[in-house]
């Protein structure tokens, strides 16, 4: 009789992007650039991607004055840990204010390690809670499009990104 054995935290990740319509790619850090360069529409902002090895573009603007943030088509952040269960990232806020690059944009391209794609939402607060208490810091949990039923029909794009392309850096 053959084992089943669990799908891991990736594949969890992966099946509730799917789940949720969210398009994923995965690359390593060598090849995070290209990958980018093929989904990310112009002009774009961004962060740089804490991962040794990985750049952005050239096309990626870094500077975060208003002007540029509104303008941008697509926004490209460093994602700190995602939840398998929900296929959310978790995005840092920080002095610069760089997580506005996920909300003005179109299109919000997260990146995440691999190794940083947990299974729950328990998983990631045990991980982030030190961090957030001891900073007084804060998260952004986006699951997906931005969405809202407020006035009845469901519409996307009204808080936030109307698109998400996630990448998986494997390190």
């Known amino acids: 009789m053959p084992s089943t054995q669990a799908p891991s935290p990736v594949e969890r990740f992966v099946a509730s992007l799917e789940g949720i319509d969210v398009a994923w790619s995965r690359t390593d850090a060598n090849g995070l650039e290209s990958t980018l360069e093929s989904v990310l529409e112009e002009p774009a902002v961004g962060v740089p991607i804490p991962i040794d090895g990985a750049s952005l573009p050239d096309s990626v603007e870094t500077d975060f004055v208003p002007e540029t943030v509104r303008a941008a088509a697509t926004g ?85 990104p109307t698109d998400v392309h996630v990448i998986i850096v494997e390190q």
């Open 76 to 160: 490209v952040t460093p994602a700190t840990i995602a939840v398998a269960d929900y296929g959310s990232v978790l995005l840092e806020s920080d002095a610069d204010g760089s997580e506005l690059a996920s909300l003005f944009s179109d299109t919000h391209v997260p990146v995440i390690r691999e190794q940083d794609i947990v299974g729950t939402m328990a998983d990631a607060f045990e991980d982030l809670g030190p961090l957030l208490r001891g900073e007084r810091g804060d998260v952004i949990v986006a699951t997906g499009p931005s969405a809202t039923s407020d006035m009845g029909t469901l519409v996307t794009g009204v808080h936030g």
